[in-house]
């Protein structure tokens, strides 16, 4: 007669061993026995859903949770009674990987476009559902996105700081007579340029009749102010 475990040799084999938390398994006995007649299975699944089944090929056991698990299996014929436990042989993890890609630090009032990447799906903090969002803040800010593919979940965070723009004021001396010059002078920013083509803090003009003067102010941060100036003049007598 057959003894325990003689002539018998119990294995499996799963769908899948590494997966992402709410997926499911399917299970299949691979085991020989000099006679299967009468044969029962005893799987133990911890951490899966269900944590045991008694059918030859259980299909759909699910994990919820990221981690590492063994799988057992006890298989009982009429040689006896033998069993296999594959430790770590279920891997729970998130397989996908979840970024944002965009300057951190911009201007106050520059357009700027987020990209995630990763995954098949996005949902953004703002509810949007496309891998790039075009934002233009005006005070740091953060976002976050849910990527997925499948049953693979990951998320991303990226905060927006913003600088502020310089502020530029100009001077210079307004109305004055035809024939005379004025200095025009700016101050707040690094560089300047001038409409009239000139660069530096202050330009001197001599417009024959009212004009209006233009200047384009760069801080340290390359963030820029715009301001004009209007020189009137008066005719002579």
Not at 62 to 72: E, I, P, S
């Amino acid at each position: 007669s057959c003894g325990m475990g003689l002539n018998q040799n119990v294995n499996f084999s799963a769908s899948n061993t590494t997966i992402c938390p709410g997926t499911g398994i399917n299970y299949t006995d691979l085991s020989s026995a000099c006679d299967t007649t009468g044969t029962t299975w005893l799987w133990t699944f911890p951490g899966g859903i269900p944590s045991s089944s008694t059918i030859a090929d259980p299909v759909g056991v699910v994990y919820n949770t990221l981690g590492t698990y063994l799988v057992k299996l006890k298989v009982n014929t009429l040689c006896g009674t033998d069993s296999l436990t594959k430790a770590g042989y279920i891997t729970v993890t998130n397989l996908i990987s979840a970024s944002i890609t965009a300057d951190t630090t911009v201007c106050k009032g520059k357009a700027l476009t987020l990209t995630a990447a990763g995954g098949a799906a996005y949902t953004w903090s703002n509810g949007s559902t496309t891998s790039s969002i075009n934002i233009t803040p005006t005070s740091t800010v953060s976002y976050s996105v849910i990527v997925s593919s499948g049953n693979c979940i990951d998320t991303a965070f990226i905060t927006v700081n913003i600088n502020a723009s310089p502020l530029l004021m100009v001077t210079g001396l307004s109305p004055i007579c035809e024939g005379d010059s004025t200095t025009l002078s700016a101050s707040g920013a690094g560089t300047y340029s001038w409409n009239t083509g000139v660069s530096g803090s202050a330009i001197t003009v001599l417009p024959s009749s009212t004009a209006t003067y233009t200047v384009t102010g760069i801080d340290a941060n390359g963030c820029k102010d715009t301001t004009t100036i209007t020189v009137s003049v008066n005719s002579l007598p």
